[in-house]
């Protein structure tokens, strides 16, 4: 079946500008997160929804950065006025409603690589 | 709070030799662990996970982890490393259902033909 998707794979802005990143998560997925992976570094907690709501933001490192997701399906993360820190692979995951009480298997998507310049 | 350190950030082994691959983790309450590996280009990929079941978990390529309570680690091991291993491993850590992931740094792993 599909898979986690991400567009646009590959994202060049110049510094200051908005970028949009989006994420599809499999159907029926409860659970969306977004990551910030930097280069030669693990992917970092930025923020997860439980269908519409944002549970969970802790990790969005400013106010530039924001997250949505509307209608509990597809999601954006919206980065405004971007920096060359902003540089990274944005990763998004998913995962299915919970079953017995463990936790759940994140599918994670291919990720956008976002160069600021 | 939960953390995970991986000793070694670049590992090479030879094709058909063992492969381990070091985590420890730090968790205020009983965690949930796991290994991801990530190829190049790619998104990350579960190879297993620890959920209080049984202390050894088995999983996909032949890769299995031992779960060490009292040594708070979580290695991960193959016991002949292929070509197609090559990748970025990734150790992590949660503390409950629906919660967020935290990653190690990650490790190289490089097979020698």
């Known amino acids: 079946g599909a898979g986690v998707s991400q567009s646009p794979r590959y994202k060049v802005a110049k510094r200051g500008q908005d970028v949009a990143l989006r994420c599809d998560p499999i159907?029926?997925?409860?659970?969306l997160f977004w990551y910030q992976q930097a280069l030669g570094q693990g992917p970092e907690f930025l923020t997860y929804f439980q269908n519409e709501a944002q549970l969970d933001k802790s990790g969005l490192p400013s106010d530039r950065f924001f997250a949505e997701r509307p209608e509990g399906s597809v999601s954006t993360l919206k980065i405004q006025r971007t920096q060359q820190e902003d540089s990274a692979v944005y990763l998004c995951?998913?995962?299915?409603?919970?079953?017995?009480?463990?936790?759940?298997?994140?599918?994670f998507g291919p990720g956008t690589r976002l160069t600021v310049l | 709070a939960q953390s995970v350190t991986q000793l070694g950030s670049h590992v090479s082994v030879s094709e058909g030799a063992l492969v381990l691959l070091r985590c420890n983790y730090s968790?205020?309450?009983?965690?949930?662990l796991f290994w991801y590996v990530q190829y190049p280009n790619q998104g990350l990929q579960l190879l297993l996970k620890?959920?209080?079941?049984?202390?050894l978990v088995k999983g996909i390529n032949g890769f299995e982890a031992e779960f060490k309570k009292s040594e708070t680690s979580f290695h991960l091991t193959k016991p002949s490393a292929h070509m197609s291993d090559a990748a970025e491993y990734f150790c992590?850590?949660?503390?409950?259902?629906?919660?967020?992931?935290?990653f190690g740094p990650g490790t190289s792993l490089s097979v020698i033909p």
């Open positions: 620890y959920t209080s079941a049984a202390t």
């Open positions: 995951a998913s995962s299915p409603p919970s079953s017995g009480g463990e936790t759940d298997t994140q599918y």
């Open positions: 992590a850590v949660s503390g409950a259902s629906y919660d967020k992931v935290i």
């Open positions: 159907s029926g997925h409860v659970s």
């Open positions: 968790s205020s309450v009983p965690p949930y």
